[in-house]
């Protein structure tokens, strides 16, 4: 059912080129484009009966040609099988599903860039092993989502070129006798070309696997993201705070307030993997060309568009009805000697120290800190000059958590002047 609109679409102008190609009559090609779009008609007015024992919508369609028009909707299907019809139905519905999903995407991208430009001198740890590592603004770390789901758009993206080559006309899986053309309906149907191989066009799933793997890399790193606003919105983190638009309660504790919907969204993409894994799994021992095998791929698509389209618009939801808890970012970057990699970079660029002595000697000020239960902004100089003699009240600085956050200054760093340019940039590609 989802497919009728494609259906007929792919019909009317199969019979347009039949008729230009003098392959049926201008009265046939008349009739039946008129009981095409009063069938169209019937479907979006849900007066459309359909019938099980046709087996499919192609079927449906036609025997109900049949009864608007008679025995001249047998010439619909002239040159052409079921096997072409649905794999065209099916790959203009997969190119405009494709660009809805990069559509969506972009409101997410938008999104998560106003909460970065708002959080630029946000400072919160970052962490490697999920242990404080070293110092990071805020919006540098949600603009590290930007740049997967801009690769997801990508991915989609780059998946159009197979869904524009055109399979109509291949027929069954050896092409026809009959005089078509295939670019015609190729222009006609929004493709850029017509398919090489007849046999290979009927047998051909690479395209619906194109897709779900696309949501399925885009529906992982929705639940990384899920799975990192679960962990700080935690007690144990308390770096965000979610909105009672967002959270539900317990059936038994009054108190509480769950990330249901976060939990939902890290949970989903098991079932597109599920669905990917399923599909491999139906093509991997099959021969050329088609199979009934083959008709499970259309539910495993439909389902994983739904599901994944369902995603997007839940995290956006999620990403405008929550807050950064920027009191406790800052305390939490102040634990674990988050500085230390600037002390020894100091070491290095001012002391004439290669990297692994300037590691050692930042190693032993770290332990001495930590047997005086003191932070590392929290020594003076004469204590730092215990172990490292030739240090002058200049290093101070370095344990400066805003310094060590706009050092970062490489391409593609945490500084703010660097996170300020790249959201600008994404904005422009918007």
Same mark, same amino acid.
């Given at each position: 059912k989802n497919l009728y609109e494609q259906d007929i679409e792919g019909s009317i102008v199969h019979v347009e080129m039949l008729f230009r190609q003098k392959i049926i009559s201008f009265k046939v090609k008349n009739k039946i484009i008129y009981g095409l779009? @009063?069938?169209?008609?019937?479907?979006?007015?849900?007066?459309?009966i359909y019938n099980h024992k046709y087996e499919d919508i192609h079927m449906n369609i036609e025997k109900r040609l049949f009864e608007i028009i008679g025995d001249d909707a047998g010439y619909v299907h002239?040159?052409?099988?079921?096997?072409?019809?649905?794999?065209t139905d099916f790959k203009i519905w997969?190119?405009?599903?494709?660009n809805d999903i990069n559509k969506k995407l972009d409101v997410l991208i938008k999104t998560i860039l106003k909460i970065a430009q708002k959080n630029v001198q946000t400072i919160m740890p970052g962490f490697t092993h999920l242990k404080n590592a070293q /110092?990071?603004? &805020? /919006?540098?770390?949600?603009?590290?989502?930007?740049?997967? &789901?801009? !690769?997801?758009?990508? !991915?989609?993206?780059?998946? +159009?070129?197979?869904?524009?080559?055109? $399979?109509l006309g291949v027929a069954a899986l050896t092409g026809t006798s009959f005089n078509i053309d295939r670019n015609f309906t190729t222009k006609k149907l929004g493709f850029k070309k017509p398919t090489n191989n007849s046999i290979d066009t009927v047998a051909d799933r690479d395209f619906v696997l194109d897709f779900l793997f696309s949501a399925s890399v885009c529906s992982l790193h929705i639940s990384r993201i899920a799975e990192e606003l679960i962990i700080w919105n935690s007690e144990g983190f308390g770096l965000i705070n979610l909105s009672d638009k967002i959270v539900t309660g317990s059936s038994i504790m009054p108190q509480k307030k769950n990330p249901d919907l976060l939990e939902y969204l890290r949970g989903k993409s098991g %079932?597109?993997?599920?669905? +990917? &894994?399923?599909?491999?799994?139906?093509?991997?021992?099959?021969?050329?060309?088609?199979?009934?095998?083959?008709?499970?791929?259309?539910?495993?698509?439909?389902?994983?568009?739904?599901?994944?389209? %369902?995603?997007?618009?839940?995290?956006?939801?999620?990403?405008?009805? &929550?807050?950064?808890?920027?009191?406790?970012? +800052?305390?939490?970057?102040?634990?674990?000697?988050?500085? /230390?990699?600037d002390l020894a970079d100091y070491l290095v660029k001012n002391h004439n120290m290669s990297f692994r002595r300037a590691y050692q000697v930042t190693a032993s000020i770290v332990n001495f800190a930590e047997k005086k239960k003191k932070k590392l902004?929290? +020594?003076?100089?004469?204590?730092? @000059?215990?172990?490292? $003699?030739?240090?002058?009240?200049?290093?101070?600085?370095?344990?400066?958590?805003?310094?060590s956050v706009n050092s970062k200054k490489s391409f593609g760093g945490t500084s703010f002047e660097n996170?300020?340019?790249?959201?600008?940039k994404h904005k422009k590609l918007k």
């Open positions: 779009n @009063k069938i169209e008609n019937e479907i979006k007015k849900k007066k459309f002239t040159a052409r099988s079921r096997n072409d019809q649905v794999i997969m190119r405009v599903a494709t /110092a990071v603004s &805020f /919006a540098h770390y949600m603009m590290a989502y930007v740049e997967m &789901f801009n !690769r997801d758009k990508s !991915r989609f993206n780059n998946n +159009l070129e197979n869904l524009y080559e055109n $399979p %079932n597109s993997f599920g669905n +990917l &894994f399923s599909m491999l799994t139906i093509l991997k021992g099959l021969p050329l060309s088609y199979f009934k095998d083959l008709q499970d791929d259309k539910e495993l698509v439909f389902k994983t568009n739904e599901t994944l389209n %369902n995603c997007i618009s839940i995290l956006n939801e999620v990403l405008n009805n &929550f807050s950064p808890n920027k009191k406790k970012m +800052l305390e939490l970057a102040e634990k674990g000697y988050i500085t /230390a990699t902004n929290q +020594l003076d100089l004469n204590e730092l @000059k215990k172990i490292e $003699p030739m240090l002058t009240s200049d290093v101070l600085k370095v344990f400066d958590l805003k310094y996170i300020k340019k790249m959201i600008t």
